[in-house]
């Protein structure tokens, strides 16, 4: 069958097998992928509120709750107050948490390094920089970003 021009069989195909390595290499981690994911993101800056996380991912919040406490048990993250709202709860990782995710990271760096072996290196390289300019330009267009939204979902999760 021919899928010349199935943009999204072909995202589903390089999606699936993303998810099956990416599993098979950091399935030690509570929540496989999405664990990963989690923590990496918090490597990555100031300590995001579990509602920012969870629209910057795309996770339900309620299945979030579930994943950190996971993570948390595994002495990965701690939830902390906020320094200028007590309400209100940072997530950030642990010394372990660190060490982990630096850890993580080369293991899937090495399933991502051999994704695409139709293609050159300088063309995997050019492919996946592509990818991330069309999701950047996708993620922080998209309505769930709205200012007001996330003052809500913060403080109720201050309430919660």
């Given at each position: 069958?021919?899928?010349?021009?199935?943009?999204?069989?072909?995202?589903?195909?390089?999606?699936?097998?993303?998810?099956?390595?990416?599993?098979?290499?950091v399935?030690?981690?509570?929540?496989g992928?999405?664990?990963?994911?989690?923590?990496?993101?918090?490597?990555t800056?100031?300590?995001?509120?579990?509602?920012?996380?969870?629209?910057?991912?795309?996770?339900?919040?309620?299945?979030?709750?579930?994943?950190?406490?996971?993570?948390?048990?595994?002495?990965?993250?701690?939830?902390?107050?906020?320094?200028?709202?007590?309400?209100?709860?940072?997530?950030?990782?642990?010394?372990?948490?660190?060490?982990?995710?630096?850890?993580?990271?080369?293991?899937?760096?090495?399933?991502?390094?051999?994704?695409?072996?139709?293609?050159?290196?300088?063309?995997?390289?050019?492919?996946?920089?592509?990818?991330?300019?069309?999701?950047?330009?996708?993620?922080?267009?998209?309505?769930?970003?709205?200012?007001?939204?996330?003052?809500?979902?913060?403080?109720?999760?201050?309430?919660?």
């Amino acid at each position: 069958m021919a899928h010349d021009s199935e943009l999204g069989w072909a995202l589903g195909v390089v999606f699936r097998a993303w998810q099956r390595e990416t599993e098979e290499a950091v399935g030690d981690l509570p929540h496989g992928p999405r664990g990963f994911q989690i923590l990496s993101t918090l490597a990555t800056g100031d300590p995001p509120t579990q509602a920012s996380i969870a629209m910057h991912l795309g996770i339900d919040r309620t299945v979030l709750t579930y994943v950190l406490d996971d993570l948390a048990a595994a002495g990965l993250v701690e939830r902390t107050a906020d320094a200028r709202d007590r309400r209100v709860r940072r997530l950030v990782l642990t010394a372990s948490g660190r060490s982990r995710v630096e850890e993580l990271r080369a293991r899937v760096a090495a399933v991502e390094a051999g994704m695409f072996p139709g293609l050159s290196a300088e063309e995997s390289a050019s492919l996946r920089s592509l990818v991330e300019r069309a999701a950047a330009g996708m993620h922080t267009g998209d309505g769930d970003h709205d200012a007001c939204r996330v003052v809500q979902d913060i403080l109720a999760d201050a309430a919660g």
